[in-house]
């Protein structure tokens, strides 16, 4: 099957990303407009201490209208690769480093309308190595037992997508 781009226009640009209108020619030869969103690239980190805790955030999200228990995560800035903005940014975020960081895969979190690509890791040997947070963050570390999270998620306590598809990724790590 083949999809054909006929045309791509960017009809807004704003501060964290850009809206393009884009033609396709489907298979059957008819033509169908969609609306694509392209944001920068994106990690998310699961970092676990010494005595198997996750250390999650806790920050207001505008989409949910909440505050949201998440893993931490950030963009990827130009010239910086995935796992140079993992150390960043758990460091900003939780405040620690890891002494081993481990790739657990990689995934596009909203292929239907979004260009966004997340890199995932798991943080391990964790120690303090403060660094500031951005300006507009205001995020409250929250520590919570591994063997709590699997109850936490099935039972709808934890409902960032991002942070459910990297345990998704992970838990087959602590099985066993």
Do not use: C
Not at 13 to 36: C, H, N, S, T, W
Request: glycine share 6%; proline share 5%; net charge negative.
């Amino acid at each position: 099957m083949a999809y054909e781009i006929l045309n791509k226009a960017t009809v807004f640009e704003g501060k964290v990303f850009a809206v393009d209108r884009v033609e396709i020619m489907l298979p059957d030869e008819r033509q169908r407009k969609y609306d694509l969103v392209t944001i920068q690239n994106a990690v998310t980190i699961l970092p676990l201490d010494a005595d198997n805790n996750v250390l999650f955030v806790r920050q207001f999200r505008v989409g949910s209208n909440s505050q949201m228990l998440e893993l931490p995560a950030g963009k990827i800035e130009a010239g910086e690769e995935a796992l140079a903005t993992a150390e960043r940014e758990i460091r900003e975020e939780t405040g620690m480093a890891a002494g081993k960081m481990t790739p657990l895969g990689s995934f596009f979190m909203s292929p239907g309308y979004s260009t966004e690509y997340m890199w995932t890791f798991l943080a391990t040997e964790l120690y303090a190595a403060p660094l500031q947070p951005d300006a507009d963050e205001f995020l409250n570390v929250v520590k919570i037992p591994l063997a709590q999270v699997r109850s936490m998620i099935a039972q709808g306590e934890i409902t960032d997508g991002k942070t459910l598809a990297v345990f998704m990724q992970a838990f087959h790590l602590f099985e066993g």
